[in-house]
Every structure is written in structure tokens, then in C-alpha cells.
């Protein structure tokens, strides 16, 4: 099998910088961790904010230090420094090679989609962003490393598109359509991006990060690739 | 304008963990930089001391120190704890959005292979790996954010395919037809990867990584994208 993961990711209309803040990094062992976070508030102090989460979670990461008790640190880490003042969504998803399992790590409101065995389903358990409570716990699922599973996690951005105008995006349904048409990870975050865009005409209300990872069969050859775009104005 | 990356990585021939790491991380003002490194040996060991350079390189990119400084400090902090007796080589490519310039900073014996205005040329004035002598200073070169302008950088393992049967790959010249082919930074290192594997049978003596970045004119819309493929036994 292989993973592949896709990710679009956009500002609010008229601002230089995303609050959003996305990783990826290779995990001591082999396997990926993508780590995703969202900032209070918009601009420059989100930006500050979800990159402190961010660099805090995949330098313990980098250190063999477990989802779980990265995700903890982070929220204690940013309790410390802004007095429980300040809060930030953190999502982790993780390919463990030692465990051959996908791990979720969800410090978000928001919750996260998955798709296994061509069935959707929403992981929405109560869960608290970091750094307004000491102790703060992430949710956490783990799932068998098996061909066809896919998992979306996306900024708050996302869901609000298209709210203004009494339409929401469902993200859920959109997923199960694009899985049924055999979009890959990229195409599904591109569709998705795209019909919250829509929705919000093009002017996005807040910044806008989806990442979709996807376990599918394996294709071709050993090579690992990566690939980025940047667009610059 | 707009900015992509492509990479393409795989072990030496049977060997289950690479010796090079590479990871790409978000500048503090915008931007990225990739950062490459290959450690001394193969396997395990190799990717040890890999890892420990990219992961120094990228916490204090992340803290805005400048790429010279932070391959300085990667320099003297492997020497300082392997006492000289353990080196690695060291890119880093950046897009700093302050100064609008790319920045090719290079502790590596390989040289580094660019395009600029259709033209192809080498930048390989001699250069020093890391972590074996104190003040180890890497060779920097700077060049405007322009259109069509692209880098090509890579571990030994690519300029060794096809050594052993005396038909070297002439990194250059392929890079010169895959521009005037017009492909895309990620075409280009799967191309380059996809001779160098021709070259060794399908069986790298090395492990081989590429990284190709072009700034290229500006496509469709204000998204970022990322996408990775990581193939499992």
C-alpha cells in the first residue's frame, strides 16, 4: 500500500498571513506526521501563535515523544506563555511504522472525517483547543493501517464557508461523493477548497487549510515524492 | 510568479532506512526553505546523524536565524558532539520573501545545478561538509526571484548512478532538455530520479534524493498546495 496526502490551503480574503500553520515531518522511525493548527484571532498574532504550537509538537515528535503527550505539552507550553489567555485548535495525524497505524490527535472543536471500507463516518467527540486550561487532553483515535482509509482535518475556515449565506459546506457528504468518483487525496483537498470557495465567492471569511490523507494501493514504484506550490503575488 | 518544489527520494537497494533526510518548513516572515542533508555511511547511523543536522538547521530557521548562521551552527554543533569524527553534507534552499531572492546555501562537495534564463550552470566552488573541522562555513549564492529560473540539488547517490558501469548521469545537460521539454520542477526530479535508476538496474548503490525548485510564472488561483507520496513495504 502507500499514503499520499493533499493539502490546499488559503488566506482570508485581503490578508497577507495565515493564522493556520501546517507541518509535515518524518517520524524517527519512518512514517509521517502532519501537525495543523489555528490560531485565536486572525493575521500575525495567529500566525505567531499556531506556529508556537506547531514547532512545540514536531520538535517532541522529532525526539520519539508520542502524539498524545506532544499534543499535552503543547497545550502546557502555551498556557505557560500566555497565561491561559490565548487558544489554539491542534490536529495530528500520524503514520507510526512501529504500530503500522494511523493515529488522530485532535485538540479542535471541529471535528474529523474519515472514510473507511467506502463508509463516512464523523469523529466529533467533545474536544478542547490548547492552551486555555491546565491538563487540557487530546481526542484520540487510532486506526489499522488499511487500504481505502481516508481522513480529512481542516481549519474552522473550512466549515464557516458558505455559513453567511445559510448554505454550509458538508464536508462529510462532499467526501463520500469524491471517494465514490476515485479522486485522489490531492484532487479531494483541491474539491473541497474549491466549493468552500465558491461558497464564500471567492473571498474566504478566514483562512482555509484542509489536508487529506489517504491509505490506497500501492502504485508503480519505492520512490517517496513531495511536492509544493507557492503561489507569491 | 509562483513557486514549486519537487522531490523525489529512495534507499539504497535493500537498505530500509535512507541516510538522507530532507524536510521543508515555513519561514517566520513567509516562504520556505528545504532542507537536505546525507550522513556519513548508510542505514541507521547515517540517518541518525542526518536527522540530528536537519533538525538543528530547521528549529533555528523557524527562530529567523539566517541560513548561513544556521549551517554554521549545524557545523559546530555535530562536531561538538561526535568530536570531528562524523560528517554530513548540508543544503538548504530558501524563498525569503523579505529580500524576494532564493538563497542556495551548500556544505556538500556536490555541486548545485541551476537555470537561470534559459541557460544552464553549476555552482561548485569548493565546499565542506559539515561536522568535521571547527568554522566550517558554507558556500552561499543569492539570486533574484525571477521566472524560469530553477535549482536543481541532490545526495551523492545521484551523480554516483551509473558510475560503477562508467556511464555517470551528466546532472546538467539532463536539465537543460527536461526545461526545454518544459516540465514541471516535479517532472524534472522524477526524470532525473528515473535515469539514475535506469543507470544502477533498479538497484541504487547509494541513496538518492533530488530536490528541484522552479519559480515559475503564476498559475490559476492564490491556493497553496502540498502533496506527498510515501510507498510502504
Given at each position: 500500500?502507500?499514503?499520499?496526502?493533499?493539502?490546499?490551503k488559503i488566506?482570508?480574503?485581503?490578508s497577507?498571513?495565515?493564522?493556520?500553520?501546517?507541518?509535515v515531518?518524518e517520524?524517527?522511525?519512518?512514517?509521517?506526521s502532519?501537525v495543523?493548527a489555528?490560531?485565536?484571532?486572525?493575521g500575525?498574532n495567529?500566525k505567531r501563535?499556531?506556529?508556537?504550537?506547531?514547532?512545540?509538537?514536531?520538535?517532541?515528535?522529532a525526539?520519539g515523544?508520542?502524539?498524545?503527550?506532544?499534543?499535552?505539552?503543547?497545550?502546557?507550553?502555551l498556557?505557560?506563555?500566555?497565561n491561559?489567555?490565548?487558544?489554539s485548535?491542534?490536529n495530528?495525524?500520524?503514520?507510526?511504522?512501529d504500530s503500522?497505524?494511523?493515529?488522530i490527535?485532535?485538540?479542535n472543536?471541529?471535528?474529523?472525517?474519515i472514510?473507511?471500507?467506502g463508509?463516512?463516518?464523523?469523529?466529533?467527540?467533545?474536544?478542547?483547543?490548547?492552551?486555555?486550561y491546565?491538563?487540557?487532553r487530546?481526542?484520540?483515535?487510532?486506526?489499522d493501517?488499511?487500504?481505502?482509509?481516508?481522513?480529512?482535518?481542516?481549519s474552522?475556515?473550512l466549515?464557516?464557508?458558505?455559513?453567511r449565506?445559510?448554505?454550509?459546506?458538508?464536508?462529510a457528504?462532499?467526501?463520500?461523493r469524491?471517494?465514490?468518483?476515485?479522486?485522489?487525496?490531492?484532487?479531494?483537498?483541491d474539491?473541497?477548497?474549491?466549493?468552500a470557495?465558491?461558497?464564500?465567492?471567492?473571498?474566504p471569511?478566514d483562512?482555509?487549510?484542509?489536508?487529506?490523507?489517504g491509505?490506497l494501493p500501492y502504485?508503480?514504484?519505492q520512490?517517496?515524492?513531495?511536492?509544493?506550490?507557492?503561489?507569491l503575488?
Amino acid at each position: 500500500m502507500e499514503i499520499q496526502i493533499g493539502v490546499a490551503k488559503i488566506n482570508k480574503y485581503a490578508s497577507p498571513e495565515s493564522g493556520d500553520t501546517l507541518e509535515v515531518i518524518e517520524r524517527p522511525h519512518g512514517g509521517l506526521s502532519v501537525v495543523l493548527a489555528d490560531g485565536q484571532r486572525s493575521g500575525k498574532n495567529a500566525k505567531r501563535i499556531s506556529t508556537m504550537v506547531v514547532r512545540k509538537v514536531i520538535s517532541l515528535l522529532a525526539e520519539g515523544v508520542r502524539d498524545g503527550a506532544a499534543a499535552r505539552a503543547a497545550s502546557d507550553y502555551l498556557f505557560t506563555h500566555k497565561n491561559g489567555q490565548v487558544q489554539s485548535t491542534l490536529n495530528i495525524i500520524s503514520i507510526d511504522l512501529d504500530s503500522r497505524t494511523l493515529v488522530i490527535t485532535r485538540n479542535n472543536p471541529e471535528p474529523v472525517v474519515i472514510s473507511s471500507h467506502g463508509s463516512v463516518s464523523v469523529l466529533d467527540e467533545e474536544s478542547q483547543s490548547v492552551g486555555i486550561y491546565r491538563d487540557t487532553r487530546p481526542v484520540i483515535n487510532q486506526f489499522d493501517l488499511e487500504e481505502n482509509l481516508f481522513v480529512v482535518i481542516y481549519s474552522d475556515g473550512l466549515s464557516f464557508a458558505g455559513e453567511r449565506i445559510g448554505t454550509p459546506i458538508d464536508i462529510a457528504a462532499s467526501l463520500s461523493r469524491q471517494i465514490d468518483e476515485a479522486l485522489s487525496p490531492q484532487q479531494i483537498a483541491d474539491a473541497l477548497m474549491a466549493q468552500a470557495l465558491e461558497l464564500e465567492q471567492d473571498r474566504p471569511g478566514d483562512d482555509i487549510s484542509v489536508v487529506v490523507l489517504g491509505v490506497l494501493p500501492y502504485m508503480e514504484d519505492q520512490v517517496r515524492r513531495m511536492w509544493v506550490r507557492l503561489p507569491l503575488k
